[in-house]
């Protein structure tokens, strides 16, 4: 489990989980409304080199985005839930770009098998717990990284 107490230590870790994504990775974003979800997305998009203000694309359920590198998907399924709408995600997955999923359980069928799946809990105000799970040697790689490199001064 990693603590995150403020922005800054989320924009931090957005820093370090950018710095092993590469293209076609596939980040999913679990946690109650408020814990942060698309302000990490919002970090991850600013350390790909997104210029355009992020926010969350709950009525277009996909918004994309030029980073410096790469592109950025990102999704949120929210508005999914008890759908059986096919919005091509495979297309997206299949893309060279990032894609980050927010409530992903509603398009849990359709999700590649392999997967990074960040879980925020709301702590307080300020403090969140996230817990890494990865499925995929790829991802675990990813996992273990990131685990082994965030540090808070």
């Known amino acids: 489990m990693i603590r995150i107490k403020n922005l800054d230590e989320m ?3 957005a820093d370090i989980l950018v710095k092993h994504l ?34 969350s694309p709950t009525f277009n359920i996909i918004k994309s985005y030029r980073g410096s590198n790469i592109k950025l998907h990102h999704m949120d399924c929210y ?5 059986d709408e096919d919005l091509g995600f495979d297309e997206y997955f299949e893309d060279e770009a ?11 069928d359709l ?21 890494i799970q990865a499925i995929g040697e790829h991802y675990n790689l990813i996992k273990e990284a990131v685990e082994h490199e ?4």
């Open 111 to 131: 999700l590649p098998q392999e997967q990074l799946t960040i879980n925020i809990k709301t702590v307080n105000e300020t403090t969140r717990d996230i817990v």
């Open 150 to 153: 965030i540090t808070f001064n």
């Open 11 to 13: 924009n931090h870790f």
């Open 79 to 83: 508005r999914l839930e008890d759908s």
């Open 98 to 108: 990032i894609t980050v999923i927010e409530w992903s359980q509603f398009i849990q």
């Open 22 to 55: 590469h293209a076609r990775d596939v980040i999913l974003l679990n946690g109650d409304l408020g814990a942060g979800k698309t302000t990490l997305t919002q970090f991850i998009g600013k350390h790909l080199g997104v210029k355009r203000n992020i926010n």
